[in-house]
């Protein structure tokens, strides 16, 4: 799977749009992107995928470039709770292909 | 639907004993994952189920650790002995078998503390 790169920490004051880029450089044509996010002391959690299309729905959108090297999570209004670790993943669609975690972004939202 | 349930959600063991885990994924699911995250680190895989298959376990330190997963639902994972470094928060996750696109729902969790 391909590596992704992501800023180690950010902020967000609460109401405004969070914005989490991630790098991912060397993804192939057949690798999704994944989002998951970790608040404290609880497991991953599921927030968006896509191929190439921005993708949209009830918790964030993701943005993927045109030339697929790099996205961008979008939390249109943060809130306390969406304080977390951010995790964008890439991965072939396969059930075979685990989930391969980096450090993340630690998403801080500040009142 | 209920999601994953583990347990126990915490244990502190000394090293050189063991310890297992238990993990009941989503009806219904048929692959199942149990990873380790040690602190301020990402999960990372262990071993991964395809019904009661092992379909990766590369990962897994065969010397110490072992997972099983009887009639393709519940699944524990053991560790005999423990080390100090084993000292992590184990969890499980589950995904339904379906062909494309499929999201993993990990459980709370169990944070193991060997001294």
């Known amino acids: 799977d391909a590596k992704t790169t992501q800023p180690p920490s950010m902020d967000c004051a609460e109401g405004r749009a969070a914005n989490l880029p991630c790098n991912h450089s060397?993804?192939?044509?057949?690798?999704?992107v994944y989002w998951y996010r970790q608040i404290h002391s609880q497991g991953p959690q599921y927030i968006i995928h896509?191929?190439?299309n921005n993708e949209t729905n009830e918790m964030a959108s993701l943005i993927i470039t045109e030339d697929r090297k790099s996205s961008t999570l979008i939390l249109p209004h943060a809130t306390l709770r969406d304080t977390a670790v951010y995790y964008c993943i890439v991965r072939v669609d396969s059930l075979v292909k685990q989930l391969t975690f980096g450090k993340g972004t630690k998403l801080s939202v500040i009142p | 639907e209920a999601g994953v349930a583990q347990s126990p959600r915490y244990k502190i063991i000394e090293k050189r004993q063991s310890v297992a885990f238990w993990c009941n994924p989503i009806?219904?699911?048929?692959?199942l994952y149990w990873y380790q995250q040690i602190l301020g680190q990402g999960p990372k895989l262990l071993i991964q189920?395809?019904?009661?298959?092992?379909?990766?376990d590369s990962q897994l330190p065969k010397d110490r650790f072992s997972a099983e997963r009887l009639k393709g639902v519940d699944s524990t994972l053991k560790i005999q002995p423990a080390k100090l470094e084993d000292s992590a928060v184990y969890l499980c996750?589950?995904?339904?078998?379906?062909?494309?696109?499929?999201?993993?729902?990990f459980g709370q969790g169990t944070r193991l503390t060997v001294v």
């Open positions: 060397t993804i192939s044509g057949n690798e999704y």
């Open positions: 009806s219904g699911h048929a692959t």
């Open positions: 896509g191929l190439k």
């Open positions: 189920f395809q019904n009661n298959g092992v379909v990766d």
């Open positions: 996750a589950s995904s339904p078998h379906r062909t494309r696109n499929t999201e993993a729902f």
